[in-house]
C-alpha cells in the first residue's frame, strides 16, 4: 500500500480509562465529569469501517468539543490529549480543515510528556506516525513507527507498523529498506487483510525497484488475501475504496498506481479475454491518471510510462475510456 500508499490501518487500540476505583469519584468530584465527556466522545470517534459520510465533520466536530471539555477538567491526564487529537486527525482529512493535523500532533506530543508511566506510548507513536506522515515529516514519521514496533507484542500491529514504515522508506527513495520491512510486515501478518496491505506495498516497492515480474506475483498473492475481493461494487477490492478499510495515499496520486498495478496483474492470469481485456484496459487508464494527476512529475514516471506502453502494445482493439467500477 503506499506508494506511498499509507497502510493507515488503524491498529484499532484505542486509549482506554485507567479502572480507578470508586472512592476517587467521591474524592474528586470532576472525575465522573471527565468520564462522561471521554465516553461520550469515543462514541462519536469512527471505527476502521466508517465511512467518509457528510455527517462526520459534524460528528467529529461534536466528539473534539468532548475532547475538549474533558481536558479542560484535567488538563494533566494524557487520554484526554490523546483522544482530541484522534478527532482532531479524522476532521484533517478534510482539505479545509488540513491545518487541524498540526493540532494533532501538538496534541499528541502533550500527550506524551504527560504520559509519565508510559501507558499509552504505543498509541501515541502509532498516531504521530501517521500526523507526521500527512504533514510530510518522513524523518520523524518513520522514527515514531520504530519506536512503536519497539513496543509492539500483537503480531498484526507489528505487521502493520512495519508496512508504514516500509512506505516512509519508499516515499524517501529507499526502495530496497522499503523491500524488507514489507518482507518482514508479510511473516507477522496473520489476518488476510492485513497481510493483503503488506503484499500490495511490497508489490509496488518491487516494481519500482525494476523486479517487475515478481511484482506482479506478489500483487496477485495480495488479490488472493484481500478480504473484499468478492465485493461486486468494489472491482479492486479493498483498494476500489481504501478509506473505508482506514488506508490512505501519500501522496494521493499513488492510489492510481497500487490500482492499476493490482489490474495489470490480474489480467496476466486471466482467461477469459473479455475480462481480461476489461482488466487491462482499466489498469491503462489508471496508469495515465497517475501520470496526469502528479505522478508524471514523481521518481516513478518512467515504470508508469513503461506500464502504460506495455498494455497498449498488448491489447488489441480501440480503448475504453474510464476506470469501470463494476465487479465481476
Not at 508489490?203 to 525497484?209: E, F, G, K, M, T
Not at 468478492?230 to 481504501?242: F, I, K, S, V
Request: overall charge negative; charged content about 30%; glycine content about 8%.
Amino acid at each position: 500500500m503506499r506508494g506511498v500508499l499509507f497502510a493507515a490501518v488503524l491498529l484499532g487500540s484505542t486509549a482506554g480509562l485507567a479502572d480507578e476505583p470508586f472512592w476517587r469519584e467521591v474524592v474528586d468530584p470532576d472525575l465522573r465529569t471527565f468520564r462522561e465527556e471521554i465516553a461520550t466522545g469515543r462514541s462519536l470517534l469512527p471505527d476502521s469501517e466508517d465511512e467518509g459520510d457528510l455527517g462526520k465533520l459534524v460528528r467529529m466536530g461534536e466528539a473534539l468539543a468532548h475532547f475538549d471539555r474533558a481536558v479542560a477538567i484535567r488538563p494533566d491526564d494524557p487520554v484526554g490529549h490523546l483522544l482530541r487529537a484522534r478527532a482532531l486527525r479524522e476532521l484533517a482529512e478534510s482539505p479545509v480543515l488540513r491545518t487541524k493535523n498540526r493540532e494533532a500532533i501538538a496534541a499528541l506530543r502533550r500527550a506524551r510528556e504527560l504520559d509519565r508511566d508510559r501507558e499509552f506510548e504505543e498509541d501515541v507513536a502509532f498516531d504521530l506516525g501517521i500526523a507526521l506522515t500527512v504533514e510530510g515529516d518522513f524523518d520523524g514519521a518513520l522514527a515514531e513507527y520504530d519506536r512503536g514496533l519497539a513496543l509492539c507484542v500483537s503480531p498484526d500491529s507489528r505487521s502493520i507498523n512495519l508496512s508504514n514504515a516500509a512506505e516512509v522508506l519508499m516515499n524517501r527513495g529507499r526502495v530496497r529498506e522499503a523491500i524488507e520491512r514489507y518482507e518482514a510486515a508479510i511473516a507477522e501478518a496473520r489476518l488476510d487483510g492485513i497481510r493483503s496491505l503488506a503484499e500490495y506495498g511490497l508489490a509496488v516497492a518491487l516494481d519500482r525497484d525494476d523486479q517487475r515480474g515478481r511484482a506482479l506475483e506478489v500483487m496477485r498473492d495480495g488479490w488472493n488475501h484481500d478480504p473484499n475481493r468478492a465485493d461486486p461494487n468494489r472491482l479492486c477490492g479493498t483498494l476500489t475504496n481504501p478509506g473505508d478499510s482506514g488506508v490512505f495515499f501519500v501522496p494521493a496520486h499513488d492510489h492510481h498506481y497500487y490500482v492499476a498495478l493490482q489490474l495489470e496483474a490480474r489480467a496476466a492470469v486471466e482467461a477469459d479475454e473479455a475480462i481480461r481485456q476489461r482488466l487491462a484496459e482499466t489498469s491503462a487508464n489508471e496508469w495515465q491518471e497517475f501520470l496526469s494527476s502528479g505522478g508524471a512529475a514523481g521518481p516513478w514516471a518512467r515504470q508508469a510510462r513503461e506500464h502504460a506502453a506495455a498494455i497498449d502494445h498488448r491489447r488489441v482493439g480501440r480503448p475504453r475510456r474510464g476506470t469501470g467500477r463494476r465487479g465481476r
